[in-house]
């Protein structure tokens, strides 16, 4: 039970002693629905993400590229930046990144592309829950839309307790 | 994606089983913080040293998403050019550790599968990183399909110049 104090200025302050509440693995149930998480994508995305591998002239940041690589001028997002989407929903749902850092698994499947100027939503449902041995793993079934409601990635996720 | 290697790699020289390249990399806060901001995770876990002390992890961590490039700087590395002539279509990713600061990590790229499907040629790339310990911390299997180099291609000359080929 958390301990609030009050100041001589009767501000509140929180419990400095008490502990971090991450969710557990009991507390999930098969059929949980996680909190969803918005990513807005702009033609920045593409550029940032490009920047990290030295990226100056793909499809991904010149429209004419675009054309020939993809087929459209729009210069789509790489996939790597839509699934990338996944981790901040997986660790703002369970309050952590333990259970996703030690053995985590994402499996994914890029429907659609994803031009600047889109807004994905990201959806989790809890789809199961395993023991094995000595390792708790939960799955989750992702999926991220866009603003029109089409899906444009799906895929599975286990996180690891 | 840059093609500055001077090996084209071929739909034939991908042979399963075979490792193309491997590149080793001693882990930076910057490495940490830059890939986080380029996927725009603003999350300070991988950034902020006194905020991350009071999560559960205890220290500033690598995301789980972390890829160094991928698999573009051990192809350029070895002078091997491919980039823009695929289309990335599924990934199963794991993390089995996670990856801290001052961690020297080996990325192994090895061609794990290619086949035929509907008429497309689709092949997987299985990357591999292991810790100073030898041991596996993460692994990709990335499938993408084959399109061929893309036309017009634009590349840059030395004054940062676009020059369509």
């Known amino acids: 039970m958390s301990e609030k104090t009050k100041t001589k200025y009767q501000v509140t302050v929180g419990d400095e ?7 557990t693995f009991d507390e999930i149930n098969i059929g949980d629905e996680l909190p969803q998480y918005t990513k807005w994508i702009t033609s920045q995305s593409g550029m940032r993400f490009g920047r990290t ?42 309050r952590s990144a333990k259970p996703w850092l030690y053995g985590g698994r994402q499996e994914s499947k890029f429907i659609q592309i994803v031009v600047p100027g889109d807004t994905l939503i990201y959806h989790g449902k809890v789809l199961d829950k395993i023991i094995e041995k000595d390792k708790k793993y939960v799955m989750v079934d992702v999926f ?16 690891a307790f | 994606m840059p093609e500055v290697g001077v090996i084209d790699i071929k739909w034939e020289d991908l042979v399963p089983g075979k490792v193309i390249a491997s ?14 901001e380029a ?11 006194e905020f991350a002390k009071n999560t559960d992890m205890g220290c500033v961590v690598a995301p789980f998403y972390i890829t160094l490039g991928e ?15 695929t289309i990335y279509s599924s990934s199963i990713k794991e993390s089995f550790k996670p990856i801290f600061v001052g961690d020297l990590i080996t990325k192994k790229l090895i061609v794990e599968d290619k086949y035929e499907k509907r ?11 292991f810790n100073q310990d030898g041991e596996l911390v993460k692994r990709h299997l990335r499938t ?3 399109v061929g180099t893309p036309q017009p291609l634009i590349k840059l000359d030395r004054k940062g110049r676009e020059v369509v080929e």
């Open chain 1, 17 to 23: 002693s008490a502990k971090l509440k991450t969710v």
């Open chain 1, 53 to 94: 591998y030295k990226d100056v002239f793909s499809g991904h940041i010149n429209p004419k590229v675009s054309e020939g690589q993809f087929g459209v001028r729009s210069m789509p997002v790489q996939g790597a930046v839509i699934e990338a989407g996944v981790t901040p929903l997986i660790i703002n749902w369970l």
């Open chain 1, 144 to 159: 991220a839309e866009n603003q029109k409601g089409e899906k444009v990635m799906v895929g599975t996720v286990r996180v």
């Open chain 2, 23 to 36: 590149q080793s990399y001693l882990i930076t806060p910057d490495d940490i913080r830059e890939e986080a």
């Open chain 2, 39 to 49: 996927y725009e995770d603003y999350n300070p876990l991988y950034s902020d040293p």
């Open chain 2, 71 to 85: 698999f573009l700087p051990p192809l350029m590395k070895a002078g091997l050019k491919m980039g823009i002539n």
């Open chain 2, 119 to 129: 008429g497309k040629k689709f092949y997987t790339w299985r990357i591999e990183w």
């Open chain 2, 144 to 146: 993408s399909y084959w």
